[in-house]
């Protein structure tokens, strides 16, 4: 079911600092839905942020932001629409400068620490350069885990951070022992040190695997223009596109980026607007059409009038979709969150049992079994199983945005993939949207003067039958005439009369009672039969022509619904007009099951009933199918529908083409495969890899998995599983 709008509830993203893995993440989220007026509380590792639904009147933002500290992390409220290529880098810098300084340490510390031993060169004071060496990575460049830990601590629970600062500990304070009571016996300072290095090190590659998933919404943010050609006081200025403002009249010349959205005021051209649709074919545009910020004038000058700037653009709306859609977590990321939120307690236990047994219970040294539960704290940390699901929804929603599909969360992605029914309406969904002239046939050897007649009468009425008979007679060369006398008659049609004689345009029902002779009966009723509405041209004495109006399919209308078939998908039609009409269209469409003279109100009670056998999407574009949208397991909404459509729906497809459906659900399941995938080889890894460190087959081989190839193992999982994710980008659709 659909979930139901909470009233008086304010929404805000909270940018989060200090996060290293998924288990931070688990903490804040708990710390902040234990407030009593959090509704709802969402922390997503992978994007770094909190979307929270709060009641103003019992918690404010800076609360908010003192529980995310109070947990040793830093906060600050989301700034609209920062670019995100910004924040990586810096936490790329931040990163690659602790590496640097951390492996200027580590290196020496493994050279003299291992690779002398192993050739057989002792150094003198050997230990005491290791003890130099391992301590300013151990207490500067380890710090941030040992705040994780502490943090972590005085909420009871623990994280990665625990497990980093516990097994890097033991292998230090246990060497500085050694080295203080048992001088020769052997030190592990190297292997603090290299750990440390080595989960820097798989951080760093981690982040920079990570922004690759997030740079769809750094394109879409350096789409835009940074300046205008703005007209004002008859001049011509250059503006920088944050300066213009609603109502401003802009200069485009050829070749050049739109920088705002707005409505042609003058001169014709095509533009490319593949940025905001994905379409690759430039869209033909006249005066009087909307053009949108980011697009590019491909031919000719052209000036509009600004409508909409800054944050209200179509960019700057597709841009926050997708933002709020990589925030979402999906309904399966709960799984991974629980896991995370037992595994690390789990872990240490484990730890302690392999310390025990190798110790107490085998009768190893202590240097053993120290090493094998640091091995086990180290190759365990969940950071893989965190990335699982946020990695593909980014790159999922990136991917859609790409090719003109806006998904809005994680949630809607995982549920579009078990979808079994589609309801298509019918007016701008299945069809065009606007009626058009489909047949025509003469009763007079004059045919040109007929579609001059036809011109002239319906240029003076307003409606859209008549609009569909104008364009045709213009499109096809007609004159228009003068016209005396038109009146409109309700129900039937229209009279005018041109120099001396009257004329009619109308239905067969306005000929009869004029008391003209109708002969074409069962033409008429062929075409009706379509789902056409017949008119005819008539005068006093006889019929000149029969006209054909119909809201025609969409071209892309029957591939789209044969593409669902193909997926076992069962397709509905659901429209207000008569079941003749509607199932006209269905056939024409390939759809066999048809919901025909269905009230707006009545609209969301088809698919409550449908919803009993399964998953239902409804795509719509009209303010009346807003209810339908809401009530749908799925609301898809056309890019050309209106405001209201694309706000209560789950997908906006930008390029209005029903081709988009299937793709969309096709778009759902592979992101769901590749969660699954990463999901399962990051519990396989650490099933695998826990009881291996721990020695398990240590008595029968002689296999020991060392800290340091556990620790690069560790590194290595979470950028396999960033790494699978990214493939995503690279499947079709």
Not at 478 to 502: Q, R, S, Y
Request: glycine letters at 8%; proline letters at 3%; one cysteine or more.
């Amino acid at each position: 079911m659909r979930k139901k709008i909470i009233k008086k509830m304010k929404k805000t993203e909270l940018d989060i600092q200090g996060m290293h893995c998924a288990s931070c993440a688990t903490l804040i989220q708990r710390g902040l839905s234990k407030n009593m007026g959090v509704k709802l509380a969402n922390v997503n590792y992978a994007t770094a942020k909190a979307t929270i639904e709060f009641d103003e009147k019992k918690v404010q933002e800076k609360e908010l932001i003192d529980i995310v500290k109070e947990r040793g992390y830093s906060a600050n409220v989301h700034e609209e629409q920062i670019d995100p290529s910004e924040i990586h880098r810096k936490e790329m810098l931040r990163l690659r400068k602790k590496v640097i300084i951390s492996a200027a340490f580590a290196i020496p510390a493994f050279i003299i620490g291992m690779v002398f031993m192993w050739v057989g060169i002792h150094i003198p004071y050997n230990d005491i350069i290791l003890l130099i060496l391992a301590t300013p990575i151990q207490f500067y460049i380890g710090l941030e885990f040992y705040k994780g830990a502490w943090s972590a601590l005085k909420n009871k629970t623990a994280n990665m951070d625990t497990l980093i600062a516990l097994g890097t500990s033991a292998a230090y304070f246990y060497s500085l022992y050694l080295l203080i009571f048992a001088s020769g016996a052997g030190q592990y300072f190297e292997t603090s040190a290299i750990l440390i290095t080595l989960v820097l090190l798989g951080k760093f590659l981690e982040a920079y695997a990570k922004g690759k998933t997030s740079e769809a919404i750094s394109k879409l943010m350096h789409l835009s223009p940074k300046t205008a050609r703005v007209l004002r006081g008859g001049k011509k200025i250059i503006l920088s596109a944050d300066d213009v403002i609603k109502g401003d009249v802009i200069i485009v010349k050829p070749g050049e980026k739109i920088a705002v959205d707005g409505t042609i005021i003058e001169v014709n051209s095509s533009i490319d607007e593949s940025a905001i649709t994905g379409e690759s074919i430039p869209a033909e545009k006249k005066k009087g059409d909307k053009v949108f910020a980011a697009t590019i004038n491909k031919h000719g000058s052209f000036r509009f009038k600004t409508e909409k700037v800054g944050k209200d653009t179509t960019l700057s709306h597709i841009i926050k979709l997708v933002e709020e859609a990589q925030g979402k977590k999906a309904p399966i990321q709960r799984f991974a969150d629980n896991i995370s939120a037992y595994f690390v307690p789990v872990v240490i236990g484990i730890a302690i049992i392999t310390f025990i047994v190798w110790k107490f219970i085998v009768g190893m040294d202590t240097s053993f079994a120290i090493i094998t539960a640091v091995s086990v704290l180290v190759i365990a940390c969940p950071c893989a199983l965190g990335l699982a699901t946020p990695t593909a929804i980014m790159v999922g929603t990136g991917k859609g945005a790409k090719n003109g599909i806006l998904i809005k969360g994680g949630d809607s992605l995982e549920t579009a993939h078990k979808v079994k029914y589609v309801i298509f309406d019918k007016t701008g969904t299945i069809t065009k949207g606007t009626p058009e002239v489909t047949d025509i046939n003469y009763e007079t050897k004059d045919s040109k003067e007929a579609l001059d007649l036809l011109l002239s009468i319906e240029s003076a009425s307003e409606h859209p039958l008549a609009q569909a008979v104008v364009k045709y007679s213009k499109d096809n060369k007609a004159k228009i005439k003068k016209v005396t006398d038109f009146k409109a008659l309700p129900g039937f049609g229209v009279e005018a009369k041109i120099g001396k004689e009257t004329y009619f345009v109308g239905n067969r029902i306005l000929a009869e009672k004029k008391g003209i002779k109708i002969t074409k009966h069962k033409e008429i009723e062929s075409l009706e039969n379509q789902g056409k509405t017949a008119m005819l041209l008539f005068s006093k004495k006889k019929i000149l022509c029969m006209i054909a109006v119909a809201d025609t399919l969409r071209d892309d209308s029957k591939k789209a619904i044969t593409n669902l078939n193909k997926m076992n998908i069962e397709t509905y039609l659901l429209t207000g007009d008569n079941e003749r009409t509607a199932k006209a269209i269905a056939k024409q469409a390939s759809i066999t099951n048809v919901f025909a003279q269905v009230l707006p109100q009545d609209k969301a009670n088809h698919i409550k009933i449908l919803q009993k056998k399964g998953l239902v999407a409804m795509i719509g574009d009209g303010i009346n199918d807003a209810p339908a949208l809401a009530q749908a397991d799925i609301g898809i909404a056309m890019g050309s529908g209106t405001d209201v459509a694309m706000e209560t729906s789950d997908i906006v497809l930008m390029k209005n083409s029903s081709l988009d459906v299937p793709k969309a659900l096709k778009l759902s399941k592979n992101t769901m495969s590749k969660i699954r995938q990463n999901m399962f080889w990051a519990l396989f890894y650490n099933v695998l890899g826990i009881p291996i460190a721990a020695g398990i087959l240590y008595p029968s081989t002689g296999l020991l998995l060392s800290p340091i190839i556990a620790g690069g193992a560790m590194a290595l999982s979470s950028v396999s599983v960033i790494t699978n994710s990214i493939f995503l980008k690279y499947k079709k659709i």
